[in-house]
């Protein structure tokens, strides 16, 4: 999958020790779609500039070698894989389709599920309703029934406005899916929409990020791609402090998947996994005790919960810095002249907050 990702805001950064990366693929391929089901690994490559292929691999065992399981010809891209049962789901962009093959199968053959579509980019299940990305009919969000032999696509995104969704990832009715209009545009955005009940309006997530990509979630953990790292946000929380998990990556094609506590990312000529545990969290322990109050307010914000005088900048939803100074232990901001609106705050530790002006 070819995802160019980039993140304006500035956020709290996570570091990673190379002890805690583990090498899984480093050889000449081009992996796309990834998908863990217990020791098995299944990855997607584009050899050859036209060629796709499926391939398998242990990523317990170190001295485990790649198999390939589905070869070319392909009428698209394989660029993510959704596992119901023994049937792995595939997404094939550019061949407008979305097709399965049987994993118990030694030699499967991918057999079409629905047909005529645009350009499948993402995938996600809720019960039987298999929800899919479509970058080319209107940019919307379709469903369609895996119980049916020729399901009909319903789209469950509003028709008169164009979002361009990109990746999607449910989390219990709530499906979530990352937006941009253009590449290298402040425009992109995370919205989420309610799939229990029809004609719902997405509510927007996050704002002002440049072309958010790949979405996966851990609990109550979105993570998603963000200009050569991996960040994080907890959707229960109301301030949305968006951490950075990961800052290594030095490619903009890129794909993930969490399986238990173990992230695997994709990038060209190499997959590996990060272990999420080992991640330190002693850097950002400190940050639920920063309280904007009142949040939203009209006039002043208050900040509590800092342990020194800190620098900082406010920044708008388009990720220009409209405001910047010093803040005391027990200090206030005043916001009376700023627009309505979505904004954050960056203190020079690291540390972003949102917060609302109306």
Same mark, same amino acid.
């Not at 595939?90 to 979305?98: H, K, T």
């Not at 919307?140 to 049916?148: R, W």
């Given at each position: 999958?070819?995802?160019?990702?980039?993140?304006? +805001?500035?956020?709290?950064?996570?570091?990673?020790?190379?002890?805690?990366?583990?090498?899984?693929?480093?050889?000449?391929?081009?992996?796309?779609?990834?998908?863990?089901?217990?020791?098995?690994?299944?990855?997607?490559?584009?050899?050859?500039?036209?060629?796709?292929?499926?391939? &398998?691999?242990?990523?317990?065992?170190?001295?485990?070698?790649?198999?390939?399981?589905?070869?070319?010809?392909?009428?698209?891209?394989?660029?993510?894989?959704?596992?119901?049962?023994?049937?792995? $789901?595939?997404?094939?962009?550019?061949?407008?389709?979305?097709?399965?093959?049987?994993?118990?199968?030694?030699?499967?053959?991918?057999?079409?599920?629905?047909?005529?579509?645009?350009?499948? *980019?993402?995938?996600?299940?809720?019960?039987?309703?298999? $929800?899919?990305?479509?970058?080319?009919?209107?940019?919307?969000?379709?469903?369609?029934?895996?119980?049916?032999?020729?399901?009909?696509?319903?789209?469950? +995104?509003?028709?008169?406005?164009? $979002?361009?969704?990109?990746?999607?990832?449910?989390?219990?009715?709530?499906?979530?899916?990352?937006?941009?209009?253009?590449?290298?545009?402040?425009?992109?955005?995370?919205?989420?929409?309610?799939?229990?009940?029809?004609?719902?309006?997405?509510?927007?997530?996050?704002?002002?990020?440049?072309?958010?990509?790949?979405? *996966?979630?851990?609990?109550?953990? +979105?993570?998603?791609?963000?200009?050569?790292?991996?960040?994080?946000?907890?959707?229960?929380?109301?301030?949305?402090?968006?951490?950075?998990?990961?800052?290594?990556?030095?490619?903009?094609?890129?794909?993930?998947? @969490?399986?238990?506590?173990? +992230?695997?990312?994709?990038?060209?000529? &190499?997959?590996?996994?990060?272990?999420?545990?080992?991640?330190?969290?002693?850097?950002?322990?400190?940050?639920?005790?920063?309280?904007?109050?009142?949040?939203?307010?009209?006039?002043?914000?208050?900040?509590?919960?800092?342990?020194?005088?800190?620098?900082?900048?406010?920044?708008?939803?388009?990720?220009?810095?409209?405001?910047?100074?010093?803040?005391?232990?027990?200090?206030?901001?005043?916001?009376?002249?700023?627009?309505?609106? @979505?904004?954050?705050? *960056?203190?020079?530790?690291?540390?972003?907050?949102?917060?609302?002006?109306?």
């Amino acid at each position: 999958m070819k995802n160019y990702i980039t993140l304006i +805001l500035i956020v709290f950064n996570l570091h990673t020790s190379k002890s805690q990366v583990t090498q899984i693929v480093n050889e000449n391929i081009f992996p796309g779609a990834l998908l863990v089901d217990g020791e098995t690994l299944y990855f997607s490559s584009e050899e050859n500039l036209h060629d796709s292929f499926v391939y &398998k691999i242990n990523p317990i065992e170190s001295s485990s070698s790649f198999v390939q399981i589905v070869g070319p010809p392909w009428q698209g891209e394989p660029t993510d894989f959704l596992l119901n049962g023994n049937d792995l $789901y595939i997404a094939e962009v550019f061949g407008n389709r979305i097709s399965k093959i049987d994993i118990t199968d030694s030699s499967p053959t991918p057999v079409a599920v629905a047909s005529a579509l645009g350009n499948v *980019r993402s995938l996600a299940l809720k019960n039987n309703d298999l $929800y899919y990305s479509d970058t080319d009919n209107n940019n919307m969000i379709f469903k369609i029934d895996i119980t049916q032999t020729s399901p009909t696509p319903i789209p469950i +995104l509003p028709a008169n406005v164009i $979002y361009d969704p990109r990746s999607i990832a449910i989390r219990n009715n709530e499906l979530y899916f990352s937006s941009f209009p253009f590449y290298s545009s402040p425009n992109g955005k995370i919205y989420k929409i309610d799939i229990s009940q029809p004609n719902q309006i997405p509510v927007e997530v996050l704002s002002g990020l440049l072309n958010p990509g790949t979405m *996966r979630f851990k609990g109550d953990d +979105l993570y998603f791609f963000n200009s050569g790292k991996i960040s994080k946000i907890d959707v229960t929380d109301s301030s949305l402090t968006i951490v950075d998990v990961f800052n290594d990556i030095s490619s903009l094609f890129l794909n993930m998947v @969490i399986d238990g506590n173990d +992230l695997y990312i994709s990038e060209p000529n &190499k997959i590996y996994k990060i272990d999420l545990l080992a991640l330190s969290t002693n850097e950002f322990a400190h940050t639920n005790d920063i309280k904007l109050i009142p949040n939203p307010s009209s006039d002043v914000i208050q900040i509590t919960g800092l342990k020194s005088q800190l620098g900082y900048k406010v920044y708008d939803i388009k990720g220009s810095a409209i405001l910047e100074n010093e803040i005391g232990l027990m200090g206030n901001i005043n916001i009376k002249n700023l627009e309505n609106g @979505i904004y954050f705050i *960056r203190f020079e530790n690291g540390i972003s907050k949102k917060f609302i002006k109306q």
